[in-house]
């Protein structure tokens, strides 16, 4: 690399002849991250078998991976600001390939659990940096582009992980799931290594890292987490222990972020509108994208009376119009505008989720799959400009840790979607198991779940329409 080219990159210009290879780098790291999260729910009967063991035990094999990204997230963000993102993605994709290989020779459960907490580890850092880096390495006007097609990237690894992960259990055994990772996190490494914009040079007055805040972040969101997982579904003491230690955990950590001179996130971060309502819309939207999964096939087989192949058929319509809709997502970001395309988003989502409350079993499968792609591609313009918007509005400096937040509340909106949504479906079809409601029933459910999530979306399109409001102020005062 030339000195000229060495001190672009040095100053966080992206170089033009590398963003290509950069992209598909930093699209490979997405789908192993998010194809984590999927691949390994399919093998769940076959680890009860192969570990003689009983599904609560195994269910944490999904667990510990979910509950290491949301704990961590953060944290690792700010620690690619502080450290050097570049040096942190190749170790976070190091830890990510190394777990994968420990997943996949575990000879106890119990190691395969840590393993998957350590696998989550390196996903949290890769899923944080991911976004951070579309600054650095994609030029400001195709930001959208970039942030559409790692959408893209995101939706193809989910929906892809249960169909892999099943024809590599068939073919080769449920080790095969972890190893596919192997080859892939090698590419992954290689490109991040070779293309990545080079870490900034260390300054003498680089902020130091936040511990306290890191480890109170952790534990809260570690205790959320759990008391809205544990149980099964059903609210007991232990979860409201959970509820109350995360309500007492998030005071103290904003206490403690006030008080210290180098937070881990600064309280004047949430003054900005845009950043501090993209966050809540996030974990809004997200909450509803959930709720498709969740409560899609218990309707779809209660209601409809589809069998396993076809409610999966049926439920693969989502991801893969999201997957679809992605790339040219950002470029309607880069052409009309984040606040634009984020209001269209949302209000394609809002008219999905009431077509969602309106559903007839009379209408079959059809009836289901319209508003379902309608509020999935509605997810996929929303998330490309969300994204954008957030992420091309903050300084350098700050991009690692307002990326792990953003994925934040992602994931605490996926949590939040299966649990609590899952328990409205429960509440809506009156029954006290709803894997055997009526047809009746299990349309109630249904309904009164999307009733629900369509209050969550105009909630978020209000929030949207607000803070564009006041950012046009603001810049008309300037």
């Not at 379902?372 to 929303?382: K, Q, R, Y």
């Not at 903050?394 to 509340?409: A, C, D, H, K």
């Amino acid at each position: 690399m030339s000195r000229s080219t060495n001190s672009s990159v040095l100053a966080g210009q992206p170089v033009v002849s590398r963003v290509p290879w950069a992209l598909v780098g930093l699209s490979l790291t997405m789908l192993l991250s998010s194809l984590g999260t999927s691949i390994a729910n399919v093998g769940l009967p076959t680890f009860v078998q192969a570990f003689d063991t009983s599904f609560q035990a195994v269910q944490w094999v999904v667990l510990a991976y979910l509950l290491a990204i949301t704990t961590l997230i953060v944290s690792v963000g700010r620690l690619g600001d502080l450290v050097g993102r570049r040096r942190l993605m190749l170790a976070g994709v190091g830890v990510f390939t190394v777990a994968s290989v420990v997943c996949a020779s575990a000879p106890e459960l119990w190691v395969l659990i840590g393993a998957r907490a350590a696998q989550g580890l390196g996903a949290a850092v890769m899923m944080a940096l991911t976004m951070a880096f579309v600054g650095n390495a994609v030029p400001k006007e195709r930001a959208g582009s970039a942030m559409g097609l790692l959408g893209t990237m995101s939706a193809i690894g989910t929906a892809l992980g249960p169909t892999l992960g099943g024809a590599l259990i068939a073919g080769f055994g449920w080790r095969a799931i972890f190893l596919i990772n192997l080859p892939l996190g090698l590419i992954a490494t290689a490109l991040a290594y070779r293309h990545l914009p080079a870490d900034r040079a260390p300054t003498s007055g680089r902020a130091s890292f936040d511990y306290r805040g890191s480890l109170l972040l952790a534990l809260t969101l570690a205790a959320y987490a759990l008391a809205m997982t544990v149980g099964n579904g059903n609210v007991g003491p232990m979860n409201a222990a959970l509820v109350c230690a995360a309500f007492v955990g998030a005071g103290l950590f904003a206490f403690v972020e006030s008080k210290v001179s180098s937070p881990l996130v600064r309280p004047t971060l949430f003054k900005n509108r845009v950043i501090s309502s993209g966050f809540a819309m996030s974990g809004l939207v997200t909450t509803v994208a959930m709720t498709t999964l969740v409560v899609g096939p218990f309707y779809l087989s209660g209601a409809l009376g589809l069998d396993a192949a076809h409610v999966g058929l049926v439920m693969s319509a989502g991801p893969l119009v999201a997957a679809l809709v992605g790339v040219p997502a950002g470029r309607g970001v880069d052409r009309f505008g984040a606040g634009r395309m984020t209001v269209a988003g949302l209000i394609a989502m809002a008219i999905g989720c009431i077509g969602l409350t309106a559903v007839s079993a009379r209408l079959g499968a059809w009836g289901y799959i319209v508003p379902l792609v309608t509020v999935t591609a509605g997810f996929a313009v929303f998330q490309a400009a969300n994204n954008t918007a957030v992420m091309t509005g903050i300084e350098p400096e700050q991009r690692g840790v307002v990326s792990g937040l953003l994925n934040l509340s992602r994931n605490l909106g996926l949590i939040t979607g299966a649990s609590v949504m899952g328990a409205v479906y429960a509440f809506g079809s009156a029954t006290t198991d709803i894997a055997r409601a009526t047809p009746a029933s299990a349309t109630s459910g249904m309904r009164l779940a999307f009733a629900i999530a369509a209050g969550f979306v105009v909630a978020a399109l209000a929030l949207a329409l607000t803070s564009q409001g006041s950012a046009r102020r603001v810049s008309s005062m300037k």
